[in-house]
């Protein structure tokens, strides 16, 4: 501060500034040098991997480069110190549905801005978030996917963006600076001879050799295995079709003119749920409950609580009719009535009984209604009648819906899954919540987990459909069951059946009715409310007046003779003399 704190300002800019800061020729010193490796590239040919290994210290590589640089050189490419083969561990990545590495866990796809580490005993690469709420936090030294012991010193860190790592520069590698590189002519080797560096002998040798030859093929056609198993495959497959052959013949020898009684879709949809005939289905229709499962299975998912709302659009009759000789003429246009999808406005309750007690549940059918009305129907359907908990984590939860047992089964009442529905208004937070389990974003079918504990981590990667209402003393009572290493408990956790107080999917038609009602006592109150003049309400006789100019003056007529009459009239003898000059009344137009 002071009289000279401008006094080195300038108006023009510097031959330094224009060098170092706004523009001109800069000097490589000032350039970052820093140029960090992408996680999914190879560190020998900065390219994607396809069989990725990584060493101890987490340098990730392609397994078909890296093993004819270790025989070469004997050293780590990135690093330069020594390295042999069996001091590399194969990296294990997961793919979602689009093709792109995440978590198998947290199904959190990997970017340059995550941590990512793998389990050097399994191989298995996951995000450290799910490590450390999971593994580190809870002090469960078992891996997530496999169960296999392991210890703190078994992560590898394949990638933190918060440390700025020598080993992930490109500049610094080792190979990079000394231009260490293999031959050429060995990986041409490799990629066109499958035994190159391969130590062959006996079966696997003629094998190998006969791999591209017309004998493979025509072995892969027939599935493989020994020649009895392929001629027997072979007899098979040339029955097969003489059958369907024949089968095809018989059909256009009958013609299409056969009187067939035909079912829809729904009828067969119902029977092959129920394990009825299509015509038994048909004649039992009154079962709304497999009706609306059948529907479902057959793809055409009319919404149970759907309802007819008019639309802003006409028809488009009148300008058809208009337009096109070929439409009666049409003079009105009428607005078009779309069906639209109400969800529910109430919440549902259920009640599992299981060999441990029972379990009261508030389903949240208006914020997540398809979860809901996966888990209703199932219930209504005895689905998870004699289904056994298969998964229980202490301190975290207990999981089952799947009537294999395995974990890996189960179907919703589409017979596909469904998508997620995640709302920030349902978290896994606190204990009792009732959630979805999936193996990946919307992959939902009919298993679900109730939370021992909150966990956090899962929100908006699972839909929350429920809360335990009632019954927590039966949750502790399960929590405590001794289970194995696989996490599957020791003691059967069974749910025996199930009871639902309030569906509020079989309840639309008494909505609507309700609707309809108050409607109508509306549209009555509006009717009784239009009595008397346009701007009052002050008696029913000026309905009565006509039309015209004058209506407003005969309806003040009358409002002043219903008054006059209503006013006692004074004696005579005490009529007092009117003033002369202008009054302050403002007289009608009676007398024109």
Known sequence: MGKKQHSKDRMYITKTEWATEWGGAKSRDLRT?????????????????????????????DTMHIIPYIRKYGKNPVTGALLKLPDLFPLYFHKNSEG??????????????????????????????????????????????TDEPFTKEDLIVIQNPNEIDAKKVLDEFDHVKRGLKVDDEEMKKMELDPTYNINATGDIKQMLAELGTEKAKQAALLGGGG?????????????????????????????????????????????????????????????????????????????VNAK??????????ASRSFTSTSYDPVTTNDFEYVKVEKNPKKKGYVQLHTSHGDLNIELHCDIAPRACENFITLCEQGYYNGVIFHRSIRNFMIQGGDPTGTGKGGESIWGKPFKDEVNSKLLHSGRGVVSMANSGPHTNGSQFFILYKSANHLNY?????????????????????????????????????????????TEPDEEGEEEKTEEQKKAEDEENEKVGSWYSNPVTGAADAGGGIGKYLKTRNAQAETVAADIPIPAAGTTKKRKAGPTGEFKDFSAW
């Not at 007819?308 to 009759?317: E, L, N």
């Open 100 to 145: 792109e590495f995440h978590c198998p866990v947290l199904n959190k796809v990997f970017t340059e801005f995550t941590h990512i580490v793998a389990v050097k005993t399994s191989g298995n690469v996951f995000c450290y978030e799910a490590i450390k709420e999971l593994n580190i936090k809870t002090k469960n030294w078992k891996e997530l996917l």
């Open 461 to 505: 990667k699972h839909t929350v459909f429920g809360m335990v209402v009632g019954g927590l003393t039966a949750l502790s009572t399960m929590e405590k069951v001794p289970v194995d290493d696989d996490d599957r408990p020791l003691e059967e956790i069974k749910i025996n059946n199930v009871t639902i107080f309030i569906n509020p999917y």
């Open 33 to 61: 040098p820093f140029k960090r490796l992408p996680f999914y590239c190879c560190a020998l040919t900065f390219t994607p991997f396809d069989i990725p290994v990584c060493t101890k210290d987490g340098c990730v590589f």
């Open 308 to 317: 007819m709302v008019k639309s802003r659009y006409t028809t488009g009759a």
């Open 227 to 303: 020649s009895k198993a392929q001629q027997e495959r072979a007899a098979a497959l040339t029955s097969l079709l003489a059958v369907r052959s024949r089968i095809a013949n018989d059909s256009k020898s009958k013609g299409k003119d056969e009187n067939r009684q035909v079912f829809s879709v729904v009828d067969a949809a119902s029977a092959s749920v129920h394990g009825r005939s299509a015509a038994a289905a048909k004649a039992a229709s009154a079962d709304k409950t497999a009706a609306r499962i059948a529907s479902h299975m057959a793809g055409e998912r009319a919404p």
